[in-house]
């Protein structure tokens, strides 16, 4: 307890948490872009729809940390690859749980909204994403979770991307140096911030969608 509250004190971990989180917002957020691009126009095709699904049988079940040689290669080490490691690991629970949410809505709803001169985007935007709103927050719980692991992984692998690194090579220095007070410290932050993500956050905001739409909990 005392080399973790010594580690907070000199700012290594908070600095280094936070790098790790701004590294997730990011990769969330790049994700959700393509998630929603992806699956809005695989309602428009059902061509489109067989290679969205075809793509998302291969890829998803392939962990990131099994495609770093390759982003290694590509990429280099640094942000950018840890990025794409965070959106592969995020992109493809999203797409399942939009599609599963687009499919659910009546189609009339999506012919209504052509009736009333919405396009594309417009049909997406105002009557799929609203309608779909409990599989999207799912879809996005999913990610986190998967995000909060890959970025902790690839930390720990490609070492002190943006100066100071974030906490995947906290835990790894704490490690290589035989600090066990300072490697427990770094569990319980992780373990700390996947519970009030996930409790406080998430769940929050599923049950107040939940009860918005009239269900029961």
Known sequence: ?????????????IFQTLYSLSLILKGLII????????SGLSMQSKVFEGLVETII???????????????????????KAII?????????????????????????YR?????????????????LIPASLPY???GLKIGWARAWRAVISAEMVFGAVGGTGGLGWFIFK???????????????VIIFIGIVVEDLLFDRIEKMTIRKWGMTI
């Open 57 to 79: 049988s291969i890829a998803h079940p392939l962990p990131g940390i099994a495609l770093l040689p390759l982003v290694i290669l590509w990429l280099g080490i640094g942000e």
């Open 136 to 138: 999207f927050i799912t």
């Open 174 to 188: 704490k490690r290589v140096f035989m600090d066990s007070p300072g490697l427990f410290g770094g569990l319980i």
């Open 1 to 13: 307890m005392y080399s973790l509250t010594d580690d907070v004190l000199k700012g290594d971990m």
């Open 84 to 108: 794409f490691i965070i959106v592969h690991s995020v992109l493809w629970p999203l797409i399942l749980n939009l599609l599963t949410g687009f499919k659910s809505i009546p189609k009339i």
């Open 111 to 127: 012919q209504i909204g052509k009736n009333c001169g919405l396009n594309t985007l417009g049909v997406i935007r105002h009557i």
């Open 31 to 38: 994700g959700l872009l393509i998630a929603i691009i992806l």
